[in-house]
């Protein structure tokens, strides 16, 4: 990956590859999961905590290998334990629990020692290729650095998705060898021993590479980004939800939209948004961690860890941070910043103005070009503005201060002292003329004629 961060750390759709790992593996109803860990040990075991705290953490010592991997896993369940284990790779991330479901049904079914997942490629390159013998019955699994010229023309491939019974494998894998190529113990030789032993083993084709495919780099991560998110819109698409350019529209797994919301180009979707039904997002917007209400409007906008409520508007481009809340019917309209404001229904913060730190009451309309003047370069500062209350343009409110409710502020106000209820705040100097200065200051330009013109 080319990465300092663990591959399998990687996201899809807001979730770490191994995030959706763990979830086929839950979705499966395992009655154990083991991880084993590795490369950036600790940092992937915290993944594995968060998204499947009672997981057991094995860490793999200084012998390489996937057989190695195996035994480090086997160890760690119930000595006991006698089902059938499946082992699957946390680089594959659309491996989903149907298909895993299919392969235990298969390897039940054909009461197998081993049955491992195949597909079929256009280009094998670096993947195991899939022998079979004369009967078409799994003979053995061949890496790419040991396999012959013949062998590696061959197109079935190895997913490295198995399903084992637990006694057999417990019983050839402390009889595998390093002997290859890459000086590793592979689990895939676990295969050969079987066969050679006259134990059933079987390799079960599935029918889209894509659902198998691991990823080994960013080229990889994209192609698999977009596979599932054009699943995830899909779905959202089939329960009501209209999406206008699929292809330009980013939606996480944990997503949630209404019926009859509709969704313009070039929108991002992201974390654990949520919208209501009747909302229209986009188009170029971006909602991380937001919570939309019904029939919201959101245009042209940024916004974190937002609460938008019913019947309210935003954009176009406003930048909404972590905090903000806008009530019913309120509007935070083109070119405002939010963060930690809540602004209470119907209240409006319409254009060129930055609110922070701030409360707003109800139906109260703060004028073009407002700054809450939260910071003295020391601390945050509150700024409460109370219900009803209309402000004039290019007003600052230097925190912490409050206006309260029914109060009015005159243009151009910058507001230092609490404002009582019904009064109006104003900071005015006496405007001052000075008659004749362009004839004076600029004579011969045509501002000066004009002027002379003028007052002829």
């Avoid at 990889?220 to 596979?227: E, V, Y």
């Avoid at 019913?310 to 309120?330: D, H, I, K, N, Q």
């Avoid at 003295?376 to 409110?397: E, Q, Y």
Wanted: aromatic content about 4%; some cysteine.
């Amino acid at each position: 990956m080319r990465s300092r961060t663990a591959k399998v750390l990687h996201p899809i759709a807001g979730i770490p590859m191994i995030g959706h790992v763990l979830a086929a593996a839950r979705e499966l109803g395992a009655a154990h999961v083991v991880t084993v860990l590795r490369h950036q040990r600790d940092a992937v075991a915290a993944a594995v905590a968060e998204y499947l705290p009672e997981a057991i953490v094995a860490d793999q010592d200084e012998v390489p290998g996937t057989g190695r991997a195996a035994e480090i896993g086997l160890a760690a369940l119930p000595a006991q334990f006698d089902g059938d284990i499946v082992v699957v790779s946390a680089d594959v991330p659309l491996l989903d629990a149907g298909t895993l479901g299919q392969l235990l049904a298969g390897h039940r079914s054909a009461s197998a020692a081993a049955t491992l997942l195949s597909t079929i490629v256009d280009d094998p390159t670096g993947y195991g290729r899939i022998v079979r013998d004369a009967d078409g019955r799994l003979a053995r699994i061949v890496e790419q650095k040991d396999a012959t010229p013949e062998e590696r023309a061959i197109t079935e491939i190895n997913s490295a998705t198995y399903v084992f019974a637990a006694a057999r494998l417990r019983d050839e894998l402390p009889r595998l060898g390093s002997d290859n190529a890459q000086g590793e113990k592979y689990l895939t030789d676990v295969i050969a021993l079987l066969r050679a032993s006259g134990a059933e083993v079987a390799a079960i084709p599935v029918a889209e590479p894509w659902i198998v495919e691991g990823v080994n780099d960013r080229v990889q991560l994209a192609r698999q980004a977009a596979r599932l998110n054009a699943m995830i819109v899909h779905r959202h698409q089939v329960n009501g939800v209209t999406v206008v350019d699929p292809a330009t529209t980013w939606i996480d797994l944990n997503v949630s939209i209404g019926e009859d919301t509709v969704v313009w180009p070039n929108t991002r979707l992201a974390g654990a948004t949520t919208i209501d039904r009747d909302a229209v997002i986009g188009p170029d917007t971006t909602l991380v961690d937001c919570e939309v209400g019904a029939g919201a409007t959101v245009k042209r906008a940024d916004a974190t860890l937002a609460l938008i409520g019913p019947g309210a508007s935003v954009g176009p481009f406003a930048y909404l941070r972590p905090g903000t809340e806008l009530g019913e019917g309120g509007k935070i309209g083109t070119y405002v910043e939010t963060k930690n404001a809540k602004i209470g229904a119907g209240s409006k913060v319409p254009h060129l103005s930055y609110v922070g730190d701030t409360t707003i009451g109800e139906h109260t309309n703060i004028g073009a070009g407002a700054i809450t003047a939260n910071y003295d370069d020391l601390d945050k500062h509150p700024t409460t503005i109370g219900s009803h209350v209309h402000t004039g343009a290019h007003n600052v409110f230097v925190a912490p201060v409050t206006v309260g409710d029914g109060a009015k502020v005159g243009a151009g106000a910058v507001v230092r002292k609490d404002v009582p209820p019904g009064a109006l705040a104003i900071s005015v100097a006496p405007q001052r003329n000075v008659e004749g200065w362009t004839e004076k200051n600029r004579a011969g330009t045509d501002a000066a004629r004009a002027a002379t013109d003028a007052s002829d």
